[in-house]
T-cell receptor, first 114, second 119 residues
Framework: NAGVTQTPKFRVLKTGQSMTLLCAQD?????MYWYRQDPGMGLRLIHY???????AKGEVPDGYNVSRLKKQNFLLGLESAAPSQTSVYFC?????????????FGPGTRLTVT | AQKITQTQPGMFVQEKEAVTLDCTYD???????LFWYKQPSSGEMIFLIY??????QNATEGRYSLNFQKARKSANLVISASQLGDSAMYFC????????????????FGKGTHLIIQP
């Protein structure tokens, strides 16, 4: 039982390049989330999904797209990377969308855009 | 809009002492959950403890307890008998049912407290 895994762990991009971050969970959770963490800040929600085939915007969605083609996977895409997207990206999953369930986090992906 | 405030950017505590990390929150919902996460220098987010808004008893998990004062909208984390391994960033977070209207929203985090345990 691996929990939540993220690929890759580190990545360096040049401005304008694109990339996809992959999140996978093996807990059969319906709800999945992408956050970013910047220095001196808590995590901020980028996009989330309440089930296979569904996605919704979070607090800071601009510049990102997501897809949830399979229940266990949640992809985060950067179409044209900008230095402002340099951050640590965390994926999380949860059994339920109610406030009473914790979210399980992946190990994070450290992205640098030069 | 909801908001989480952690007023202590950093704290130094002697080993074996108890430590309280402050968290206040703001929400207009009656139903919400409050969470504390630990982030060590390795970077992962580790769930510590949870308190539901309707829970009458303060949550406890081993050396961690949550001092929940609903009327004051505070949810302070108490770590008893601190250890060197407790040195980390600590984040308070809140989840409430779809304040953005879509349901199943994510957590809103505070900016964190950097706790350093000194021998």
């Amino acid at each position: 039982n691996a929990g939540v895994t993220q690929t890759p762990k580190f990545r360096v991009l040049k401005t304008g390049q694109s990339m996809t971050l992959l999140c996978a969970q093996d807990m059969n959770h319906e709800y999945m989330y992408w956050y970013r963490q910047d220095p001196g800040m808590g995590l901020r929600l980028i996009h989330y999904s309440v089930g296979e085939g569904t996605t919704a915007k979070g607090e800071v969605p601009d510049g990102y797209n997501v897809s949830r083609l399979k229940k266990q996977n949640f992809l985060l895409g950067l179409e044209s990377a900008a230095p402002s997207q340099t951050s640590v990206y965390f994926c999380a999953s949860s059994y339920s969308g109610t406030p009473y369930y914790e979210q399980y986090f992946g190990p994070g992906t450290r992205l640098t855009v030069t | 809009a909801q908001k989480i405030t952690q007023t202590q950017p950093g704290m130094f505590v002697q080993e074996k002492e108890a430590v309280t990390l402050d968290c206040t929150y703001d929400t207009s919902d009656q139903s919400y959950g409050l969470f504390w996460y630990k982030q060590p220098s390795s970077g992962e987010m580790i769930f510590l403890i949870y308190q539901g808004s309707y829970d009458e008893q303060n949550a406890t998990e081993g050396r961690y307890s949550l001092n929940f004062q609903k009327a004051r909208k505070s949810a302070n984390l108490v770590i008893s008998a601190s250890q060197l391994g407790d040195s980390a960033m600590y984040f308070c977070a809140m989840r409430d049912p779809g304040w953005r209207g879509g349901g199943a929203d994510g957590l809103t985090f505070g900016k964190g407290t950097h706790l350093i345990i000194q021998p």
